[in-house]
């Protein structure tokens, strides 16, 4: 009987060691990279993203402390001579042209635009507290100043605060849709435009940043400049 264990005892361990020994010729099936993305990883194409906008070219306006992204083609540097009025000077910006109107026996372009400047003395501003009327203000004056060559209803879509580089600001939204577009020749429809009204902090005037982006070449970038807004410190 001791001798029939043995062999059995023997037997059993042969198979075990056989068993193993395959095992250990299994391949390991490693795990998908896409699985395998840490915390770290995660935070490292955040801030790859963050630092290709960052490099993006930027407008920058030495004399309200303001800088906003330059859009790619065709838009370019400059804030269109056409929009400096008594009322209105801009000391930097960018501006792309939309097309050509015709206004009585006199052509000219049409420009998609984002451009900046301090506050003019016509608007009385003395604080924070002034940011939300100043700023629907200066939205009710571009009006006649800039649109009224055109026939075209206004529509304010947002009216709020923001914070510009952790400055209080103001920020107004608004579309100008032209119901004679087609008989008058326009290329476009309706034009997106924005007003943000920005506080620089005690003995500084404001800063005024406005833009205005007809439909055909793309309103989208209304969000694109805004959020791109920066205040010197």
Request: hydrophobic letters at 45%; charged letters at 15%; aromatic letters at 8%.
């Amino acid at each position: 009987m001791l001798w029939l264990l043995t062999v059995i005892t023997t037997g059993v361990l042969v198979l075990i060691a056989g068993f193993v020994k395959e095992i250990s010729k299994t391949p390991v099936v490693a795990r998908p990279a896409a699985l395998s993305v840490t915390a770290h990883t995660r935070h490292a194409i955040v801030a790859a993203s963050s630092t290709a906008a960052s490099k993006a070219p930027r407008v920058a306006d030495g004399s309200s402390g303001l800088s906003y992204q330059l859009l790619a083609s065709p838009w370019r540097r400059g804030c269109p001579g056409v929009l400096e009025t008594p009322m209105f000077s801009w000391t930097a910006g960018e501006n792309a042209v939309a097309g050509r109107i015709s206004l009585g026996a006199t052509m000219f372009d049409w420009h998609g635009n984002a451009c900046s400047g301090q506050l003019r003395q016509q608007f009385a501003y003395s604080g924070p507290g002034d940011l939300e009327p100043v700023a629907m203000g200066i939205t009710d004056a571009v009006e006649p100043a800039y649109y009224a060559g055109l026939r075209h209803d206004r529509t304010i879509e947002t009216s709020s605060a923001i914070r510009v580089s952790g400055h209080p600001a103001w920020m107004v939204t608004f579309l100008m849709t032209y119901p004679d577009a087609a008989s008058e020749g326009l290329a476009w429809t309706s034009e997106a435009g924005a007003v943000v009204l920005v506080d620089r902090g005690a003995g500084q005037a404001p800063a005024v940043f406005y833009a205005s982006v007809p439909s055909n070449l793309g309103t989208s970038d209304i969000s694109t400049l805004v959020s791109s807004l920066r205040l010197n410190r």
